[in-house]
């Protein structure tokens, strides 16, 4: 289910639960280019969730912005 900002942002899945809003992206690449992030950082900004995820091929978990973590495929 892909969802947008209302300026037209999209990312690819958004989990909802007693936690409140989880907008997630998935992408292929290890290395993101800051505006690779800008349709997480909307969307947390314009719904008020607390973090965004990335599903990536990096090889540990990060947090890449204040609010967007960065999480491996392969990660044990």
Do not use: I, Q
């Amino acid at each position: 289910m892909v969802c947008r900002t209302s300026g037209g942002a999209e990312v690819d899945r958004v989990s909802e639960g007693d936690f409140g809003l989880v907008p997630v992206e998935v992408k292929y690449c290890s290395a993101l280019a800051r505006r690779d992030l800008s349709p997480l950082r909307d969307f947390t900004t314009e719904h008020g969730c607390r973090p965004g995820v990335v599903v990536d091929n990096d090889t540990a978990p990060r947090l890449l912005e204040e609010r967007v973590l960065g999480v491996p495929f392969c990660w044990p």
